[in-house]
């Protein structure tokens, strides 16, 4: 079964570093997501993204918060300068259509800022 | 997105059935009713959406109260494998693709 996959699956960074955490979203989807949790909180959306631009953001996105989908097949969330609050399990998905379409996550990546 | 409310822990016994409600008293007439669930140290997982009628899929059923402002999933064999976190979700067709995750219902199976 298709599946989205992430990488790494844990990084560490030091506070103000910039790290790049990678998704390779299922082939014939358009749509890409990433999302996070930070540890016993909510799953909290951070963008939506489609047709190579930014479709919708949450507060949560700043501009310490970048996308992009350099080639045909990875999207990437960029953090630029990591804060502690940072420290999060980060989740890509992806869908094949928007609105009711069904969402496929990834496994994650745990990101702790030190 | 509309509120949702679900219980935030329930228990059920291996191999019987399990029914999860969720209630969105304010739900509009063009939000579709999702479930994704969490299993320990994964990312969600799509379980079923349905708009008015019932639904059912290999993971579990969906029924949807006549008045739409509740629904209930149903887990007909739970499983070991099921124990996760079960989100009930309001989705407005297109509109926004994002998802809107409340505090779910921690669902606990014991063997």
């Known amino acids: 079964e298709p599946e989205v996959t992430q990488t790494p699956s844990h990084q560490v960074t030091q506070m103000g570093q910039e790290v790049i955490l990678r998704c390779v979203p299922i082939s014939n989807h358009l749509y890409f997501y990433w999302y996070r949790q930070i540890l016993g909180q909510k799953v909290e959306f951070l963008v939506s993204?489609?047709?190579?631009?930014?479709?919708?953001k949450s507060e949560i996105f700043d501009d310490q918060f970048s996308v992009e989908r350099p080639d045909g097949s990875n999207f990437t969330l960029k953090i630029r300068s990591t804060k502690l609050e940072d420290s999060a399990m980060y989740f890509c998905?992806?869908?094949?259509?928007?609105?009711?379409?069904?969402?496929?996550f990834g496994q994650g990546t745990r990101l702790t800022v030190v | 997105d509309a509120k949702t409310t679900q219980p935030n822990s329930m228990e059920s016994n291996e191999e019987e059935p399990v029914h999860l409600p969720c209630n969105h008293s304010t739900i509009s007439g063009t939000d579709y009713i999702h479930w994704y669930r969490q299993l320990p140290s994964q990312g969600p997982e799509y379980v079923i959406h349905?708009?008015?009628s019932n639904v059912n899929n290999r993971m579990a059923s969906l029924a949807i109260a006549e008045d739409r402002k509740s629904s209930t999933l149903i887990l007909h064999r739970a499983t070991l494998r099921d124990a996760a976190v079960y989100y009930c979700?309001?989705?407005?067709?297109?509109?926004?693709?994002?998802?809107?995750f409340g505090g779910g219902t921690r669902l606990m199976v014991k063997p």
């Open positions: 349905g708009l008015t």
């Open positions: 993204f489609y047709n190579n631009e930014i479709s919708e």
């Open positions: 998905a992806s869908s094949e259509s928007a609105g009711i379409g069904e969402a496929f």
């Open positions: 979700i309001l989705r407005e067709n297109n509109a926004g693709n994002m998802l809107t």
